[in-house]
């Protein structure tokens, strides 16, 4: 039976954090990392909660979080006993914050014979990225892999929109979260499991992600195109939090933790090397470029026209074509191929993915996305 399902109540625009004014709770617990912190993007929050209440933070989530930061901030919240939780900040606190509130959960049922936990949950997304704030994902790393960990029970209650949080983004940022974007609606218009709801959500976010983001990523200041790409970044999560995702994000996932690659620039590099091989998603590309407008005469034109406009967006916002252009070093990387073929395959994303891949196939692929060439 086919299914779709959206959780959080979402709280949007330039006054959403008022939201946060109006809340009874007295004990509230944030996760977060230290450049909130230092941006003062935390004092936003805490401006805005009740005088009387008791807050404690907790800073220390790193970016790609580890089982161990997930741990540490764990046994804070259990001593702190918050009503409710606070995530503030890009995927890597909001994913941290979910991982916690998790296990919790578990234990508090394993060791109580059932009793079910529910603190009060409310994301905060400060990039536009990775819809983490619609999701019932969470990407943990353990040593150099990344796990995602996939349950409902992770979605927060409340997702707070605010463009403001997005004001201080370096480019930098902008250009790999919002390729995060790109490749979430991608995927969930291209899987085996996406439905007519998922494929609305996932071209409206593409559309606004092809006249917003180059604008947003030379202008961090303005407004209406900040805007956008945050509505961008939710309808990609709570489309792909339906649908499913793809190789894209499995072989970013595995190079991306491996070779200490943002998620989002893991995505963009191998992006074009991933359309080129989901041959059965070709007229889904097609499809796609004639959303676009662009004008073409055939399946395989209308996937290049795609393949372009990606090319184009990654050249203008500085993106590597390919991992020897991060140095990285080629008989280390040949080394790993067994390894790395070994985790994009369990990969959690790879089921839905529109053409199953030989590991021959991924041999050749994973040379194409190290030599940035087609012709291997
Ligand atoms: N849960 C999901 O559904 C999902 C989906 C995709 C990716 N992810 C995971 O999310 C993580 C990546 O999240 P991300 O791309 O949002 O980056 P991030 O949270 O790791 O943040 C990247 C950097 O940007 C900084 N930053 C964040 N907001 C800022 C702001 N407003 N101004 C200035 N600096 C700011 C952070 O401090 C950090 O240094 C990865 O671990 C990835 O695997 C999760
Ligand atoms: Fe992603």
Partial sequence: M???????????????????????????????????????????VLEKLPKDSKVEIFSEVTPNPTVEIVESGLKRLIQFDPECVIALGGGSPID????MLYFEKKVVKECSGGTELNRHFIAIPTTSGTGSEVTSYSVIS????KIALANEEMLPNIAILNPEFMKSLPPKIIADTGMDVLTHSLEAYISLKGNPFTSALAIEAIKLVKENLLDH??????????????????????????????????????????????HGRANAIVMPYIIQVNK????????ISKELGYKFSNVSEGKDCFLRFVEELKKEMKIEQSLNQLE????DFKLRIPSLIKD?????CTEYNP????????VKLLLKIYFGTDEI
């Fill in 355 to 362: 053409n199953d891949l030989s590991d021959e196939d991924y």
């Fill in 328 to 331: 990285i070093d080629f008989s």
């Fill in 280 to 287: 059965n998603a070709w007229q889904d590309y097609a499809n």
């Fill in 2 to 44: 086919d299914e779709f399902f959206i959780k959080p109540k979402i709280k949007f625009g330039v006054d959403s954090l008022d939201y946060l004014k109006n809340l009874v709770a007295k004990r509230y617990f944030i996760v977060t990392d230290s450049s909130m912190v230092q941006l003062k993007l935390i004092d936003k």
């Fill in 344 to 348: 994009i395959k369990k990969d959690i």
């Fill in 96 to 99: 941290a914050c979910k991982g």
């Fill in 142 to 145: 353990s040593g150099e892999n």
């Fill in 217 to 262: 990523y030379k202008n961090p200041l303005e407004l209406s195109q900040r805007e956008k790409i945050q509505y961008a970044s939710c309808l990609a999560g709570i489309a792909f939090n339906n649908s499913s995702l793809g190789i894209n994000h499995s072989v970013a996932h595995t190079i991306g933790a491996k070779f200490h690659i943002s």
